[in-house]
Structure formats: C-alpha cells, structure tokens
C-alpha cells in the first residue's frame, strides 16, 4: 500500500510518554511532544516539514492569529486544511510522487544504475570511499530497503540539506548542511513539551496556498526544472513555499513489496540561488556585498559566541554583515510575543564530507532591551578577545597547531557558559557594572588557567630559551586581558606604571 503523507500515520512522536505514529494533523493534538525519529537528522527535517505544511494550508493571517492561535491546537481545523493537497503528497504511484522527479527514469533504468537506498542518509558511504574500502566507521549498505516512511524522511532531509554530490549533483538550496534555528515558546505554565507549539512558532503569517495553485510551489508537480546549462532558480518570480518544499536531486524511487529497495539518479536538477530561507541566518563577507550567505554549523558544540549572529538583529544603517534567521526576527519583533529559545541544528560538512551533526537548544533573551543588547554584546567581544588573546599566547609558548588551539577556545567557551548566561540574566535584572567586572574575573580566571595547565606544566624540563618564551607569553597575556577586555567591557584600564628615574 502507497504512503500518502497528508492522510497517513508514519510520523512518529512521543505522546503523553508513549511512543506512537501520526498524521501530520495530528500534531495540534493534545499530548503529542517531540518526534521521534532514530536519526537526529530526520527530528530537525521533519519540523521543517511541518513547518511547510502549515504555512502551506493554514498559517496565521497577521500577528494577533498566530498570538491566539500558538496556544490553542485544532486538529480538524488543520487536517481540513491539508485534505485538498492530499493527492500531492503520494510516495509511489504512477502520478507525480513526492519529493520525486516527474520522469519515471527508474523504469528505463539498467540494473546499475539502481543505487543502494543508503545514498539518501548524508552520513552515507559515497562512491569513492567504498571503492577504496574506507568505510571504517560509517560502513556501507546499512539499509538495504527502508519502509515507506523512513524513505520519505531520508529524502525530505537530502532534499532540503543536500551536500556537493559530484558532477551534476545539486546541494541545497541552502548549500550543503544549512544552520537552521528554530524559535521554540517558552512556557512557564506547563512542563509538557507542545509539538505543535514548536512548529507553529516559525509560521510566518501569510495566506494559505490554493489547492489549484499547488504545481506553482510543489516542484514535483511539474517538469523538472534542470541546470545542465548552468541555468539557476532564484527566488524572484518563484513561490516562497518552493523554501520548504525544494528539489536540487533527481531522484525516483524502487519499490518491491511495499518497501523502498533502490534509488535511480540523475544530474543537474534545480541549481537554487539566492534565496533567503525563513529558518536559516545569513552573512555576508563585507558591508557592501549584495550577496547574502546562508550559514553553516562548525563541528563541536556551538557555543555563546555564536549567540550574536543567531539571536540579536543588528542595529545600525544597513551595513551590517549578518541577518539572523526571518523566523527569529518574525517572533522577536511580537510585543506580546512569549519568551523563546532557539533550536539550532544541521550538519557540517566539509564539501562532500560530513564532520558532524549539531542538534541543541540555545538560549535568546528575547526580553533584552536596546541597551541591554548591547552590554550583552560586549561580554561576546569581551570572550572573543581574551580567546584570542590565549591562541596567541599558546601558540607563541608552545608552537600549537591551529587544530590544537581551535580545540583548547572551544574547552573555553564550554566551560564559561554558565557564567555567560548567569551574567545576562543579570543584566536583565539591570544590575550595574559589577557584572562586567565579575565577567573579566572569569575571562581572566579561565585564560590563565589554561595557559599554565598547557604551557607550564614541566616547566624545568624546557631550555633557557623555550622558558623564556613561555614567561614573556604569559606576561602578554596578562597584559591583554587587563587592557584591551577590560577596554571592550567599558571597564577602566589601569594606567600605565612610570619608569622611576635613575639617580
């Protein structure tokens, strides 16, 4: 039996404690908490793919909607909505299929080119690592077949985070594993963890989609629209859903008794550029660039330096360098909005590569003020500098690669974050100055405890010289952290010691 996305259960989720699976409706039920996926990927693809779906059938009309609307779950409301697209959202069939190119190519298809389903998992082993037998630690054909919603989940995530794929082969949108944040209400009323209220927050009002006008924002419902001759899709004069809904791959799948047994491919699909994705922040690399870049996760745990560029819009005129994530700025700019945190995934990749999978909450603040925001800012610059004041003193010590110094500021600003978000949470409280004193306290602490740990210990077994320079490094860093973090903090800098003269 074919799955159909809109009038199936396959999605599975925690309700009210017990493992189950639903319709997509089913999430403005009462008691359904988080999904529950195997794959941390998939958790993070199938909230944008709900996210779609409402702002495809039923998203708010304005701000006082989604107001009254993100607290009050109606199932009926919303599974009436999504009824017209049913026919839209086959997996098999012989009419448009999800997510899947129009062209049934898998019935011309010559046995080699049917491709393993374990293509579909990013973290997947390619055709050059198998061929030299380096699958050590993710090994090849993991899956041999995937039921139906599994396959459906695998391709959705490849769809909307697609790595570099080799000749022809389209990434993302977005490129290769995006940053997605996601806005997540904060609810002191209930310990019950709200689905529907985690997706719901990151609908941006507009007006449902017609079921006739499907073909202009359902790509699958239309001939493929191919990049062989270097053609691209902008977001200009294309529908705004085609964000959630985007198909780079070629893809169609095999199926042998009801389960999904192989994948045919074919290059150069839709070559998606310059688009802005509602769940995505962005940069640019100078002021002036009209080119807006989506940002991508580094491996390791992201820490609260990135918390200016996902949270907080810049103020000033135009010129700033980075735009956190339309969704952020949408719940941000609610006067009566609730208090929110950010989920923040995705994968980084390193070109074909993947390194590593990020899924985490992440504190906002969406209560801070203008000057709060602000003094908040200077305690990010405040660690950013005395970072890079103890790279510089390491590796100056201790002749660190960069690898090894990148890994000593990521152990730096872990073991810093619960005084950085103590430190906000008091500047909420408008406490003075002594914040920023007790801050520089701890960016001192820490730097200096872990340049001696590092470049101290064992000191007598170094010649004159390696001793030399590790004290001469040290006194530096003594020198930055009590002038230039003290300066970003609008702390006053002690002043310069005279030279007593010589009788």
């Known amino acids: 039996m074919s799955l159909n996305l809109i009038t199936d259960s396959w999605i599975p989720v925690l309700r009210d404690g017990e493992h189950t699976v639903i319709r997509p409706d ?26 779609g779906l409402v702002s495809m059938a ?32 086959a997996l098999d069939g012989d009419g448009p299929r999800f997510l899947q190119d129009m062209e049934a190519f898998e019935l011309v298809a010559k046995p080699s080119d049917i491709k393993p389903v374990d293509m579909l998992h990013i973290d997947s082993a390619g055709g050059s690592t198998t ?5 050590l630690m993710v090994k090849r054909d993991r899956f041999p077949t995937l039921s139906p919603a599994e396959a459906a989940m695998a391709l959705y995530t490849l769809q ?32 019950r963890f709200s689905l529907w209220r985690l997706v719901f927050a990151n609908v941006l009002p507009g007006a449902p989609l017609a079921a006739e006008d499907a073909e202009a924002a359902l790509p699958w419902l239309r001939p493929t629209r191919t990049s062989e001759n270097g053609q691209i899709v902008t977001q200009e004069g294309t ?34 550029a310059a688009w802005e ?36 819009e810049p103020a000033g005129d135009g010129k700033a360098t980075r735009r956190t994530a339309r969704a952020v700025r949408e719940c941000r700019s609610h006067f009566r909005g609730p208090d929110f945190e950010l989920v923040v995934g995705g994968w980084a990749m390193d070109n074909m590569k993947p390194l590593d999978f990020l899924l985490d909450q992440y504190p906002a603040f969406p209560g801070l003020g203008e000057d709060e925001v602000d003094r908040v800012r200077q305690l990010v610059e405040a ?21 090894f110094a990148d890994a000593v500021i990521e152990t730096f600003f872990a073991e810093t974050e619960g005084e950085f978000i103590a430190a906000v949470r008091r500047i909420i409280d408008s406490a003075g100055t002594e914040v920023e004193e007790a801050w520089h306290r701890t960016l001192r602490k ?27 490094a040290r006194s530096k860093l003594l020198g930055m952290l009590a002038k230039q973090v003290r300066k970003l903090l609008d702390l006053p800098v002690p002043a310069k010691k005279k030279k007593e003269k010589q009788a």
């Open 277 to 312: 994705h509602p769940l995505t922040p962005y940069y640019r690399k100078k002021e002036d660039d009209p080119e807006w870049l989506p940002v991508h996760p580094r491996a390791g745990r992201l820490s609260y330096r990135n918390w200016l560029g996902l949270t907080m």
């Open 383 to 403: 660690a950013n500098a005395a970072t890079s004041a103890l790279r510089k003193a390491l590796r100056t010590a201790c002749q660190f690669d960069g690898k």
């Open 58 to 89: 039923d998203p708010p009309k304005d701000e006082a909607d989604w107001l009254s609307r993100l607290g009050r779950t109606d199932a009926e409301r919303f599974r009436e909505a999504l009824a017209p697209f049913a026919p839209c959202f």
């Open 131 to 135: 061929s030299k037998n380096a699958d």
């Open 446 to 472: 820490q730097a200096v405890r872990m340049f001696d740990e590092r470049a101290l210990g064992g000191l007598i077994d170094h010649d004159i010289k390696g001793i030399e320079a590790r004290v001469i």
């Open 239 to 272: 529908h705004s859903l085609e964000a959630f809904f985007g198909m780079p791959r070629r893809l169609r799948f095999v199926f042998k008794e009801e389960r999904v047994v192989g994948v045919v491919q074919r290059s150069y699909g839709t070559n998606y």
């Open 160 to 191: 909307a985070f697609a790595p570099a794929g080799g000749a022809g082969n389209r990434t993302s949108m977005r490129g290769g594993g995006p940053m997605v944040t996601l806005v997540r209400p904060l609810d002191e009323k209930s310990e």
């Open 26 to 51: 089913q999430i403005a039920e009462p008691g359904v908490g988080a999904l529950a996926w195997q794959r941390a990927d998939f958790n993070l693809a199938c909230l944008e793919l709900l996210i």
